[in-house]
Structures are given as structure tokens and as C-alpha cells.
Nanobody
Framework: QVHLVESGGGLVQAGGSLRLSCAAS????????MGWYRQVPGKQREFVAT???????NYADSVQGRFTISRDNAKNTVYLQMNSLKPEDTAVYYC??????????WGKGTLVTVSS
């Protein structure tokens, strides 16, 4: 089992910044890819960014150049630095972890609200 706990969400004005954290516990050595997804009520959950254990990253076009995903393997934590936030970034942000054998885990989410 892997447990993921997000933190760092909140209310910020447009143009501001936030940093989300996701702490992993449990069978953490098995986690290969970690990532962030977001969901607005009434819409499907969408991909934001992922990072592999080796540090390779991938971003959605909508956040490329504004968001940075990073990972501290020693602390079993993944971060999402969000800069130049826009009202359309408002969503619940979920941490995701995929193990080497393909098991997928989700955190409970943290709310990010960007005011205009």
C-alpha cells in the first residue's frame, strides 16, 4: 500500500504563486512515477505534470512554463511549484503515484483557488 497526502493549497490572487507538496508513505520504494492532476467540479480529472524516479518530467500544455514539478526521493515527497497562477487554474489538485508493477494510488486532494 502507498499513502499520499497533499498539502499547500489555498487562496491566491491571479499572478501569484503556490507550492503544493505530496508526502508518500507505505511501500514507497515501489513508486516509479509521481504526478499531479486536477479536477474542477463537473469536469473530468485532468493531467497536470508527472515526474519519474529518475527525474524526467512531463507537463500539460496549459501549465508548461508556469508550473514546475520536482521530487525529493530522500524525503519521499513530490512538489508542484505553481507560478503566474490564473483563475482557470482553480481546482482540486490530486497527487498520483504509480508503482513499478502498475498499481496506481491517489491522495485526497488539496483545493487551489485563484481569484481574479
Amino acid at each position: 500500500q502507498v499513502h499520499l497526502v497533499e498539502s499547500g493549497g489555498g487562496l491566491v490572487q491571479a499572478g501569484g504563486s503556490l507550492r503544493l507538496s505530496c508526502a508518500a508513505s507505505g511501500i514507497i520504494f515501489s513508486i516509479n512515477v509521481m504526478g499531479w492532476y486536477r479536477q474542477v467540479p463537473g469536469k473530468q480529472r485532468e493531467f497536470v505534470a508527472t515526474i519519474t524516479r529518475g527525474g524526467s518530467t512531463n507537463y500539460a500544455d496549459s501549465v508548461q512554463g508556469r508550473f514546475t514539478i520536482s521530487r525529493d526521493n530522500a524525503k519521499n515527497t513530490v512538489y508542484l511549484q505553481m507560478n503566474s497562477l490564473k483563475p482557470e487554474d482553480t481546482a482540486v489538485y490530486y497527487c498520483n503515484g504509480i508503482t513499478v508493477n502498475g498499481m496506481e494510488y491517489w491522495g485526497k486532494g488539496t483545493l487551489v483557488t485563484v481569484s481574479s
